[in-house]
């Protein structure tokens, strides 16, 4: 399943997180990324130079990737959900996940300013089952 989203964020920044649980990071660190245990904060296209099309899914399956893995981790989302969230605590997509800490691979068209972002986590609870 995956969402998809096109519009101009505001301070060209959005966030990935549990709505009701992300600690968002202090600062970017002149990073595109920048990240805490329960958020990832993402630079976008400038707001001013035109919109970004952000897709949150759980499957890359029938989704052009374009460019490099920009993030590549988990982060705590204990209400089972992860959020496109706006810097004004807007969601704008979101996605229910079976882990309370989903892994989160974060795919960039553009190394500083990009206008393709594909975000997608991975939730499912693998156990490795010996058998005799």
Do not use: W
Not at 75 to 100: F, R, T
């Amino acid at each position: 399943m995956n969402h998809s989203i096109t519009f101009e964020p505001q301070n060209s920044l959005i966030l990935i997180m549990d709505h009701s649980y992300g600690e968002v990071p202090d600062s970017m660190n002149g990073q595109l990324v920048s990240a805490t245990a329960s958020c990832v904060a993402m630079g976008t296209l400038s707001e001013v130079d035109g919109a970004t099309k952000i897709t949150l899914a759980d499957s890359l399956l029938g989704i052009d990737v374009l460019g490099e893995i920009v993030f590549d981790g988990t982060i705590k989302a204990p209400q089972h959900e992860i959020s496109v969230c706006s810097v004004a605590n807007e969601k704008l997509l979101s996605i229910g996940v079976s882990s309370s800490t989903p892994r989160i691979k974060i795919f960039a068209n553009h190394p500083v300013e990009p206008d393709q972002v594909v975000i997608l986590v991975e939730s499912c609870v693998c156990t490795l089952v010996r058998q005799r």
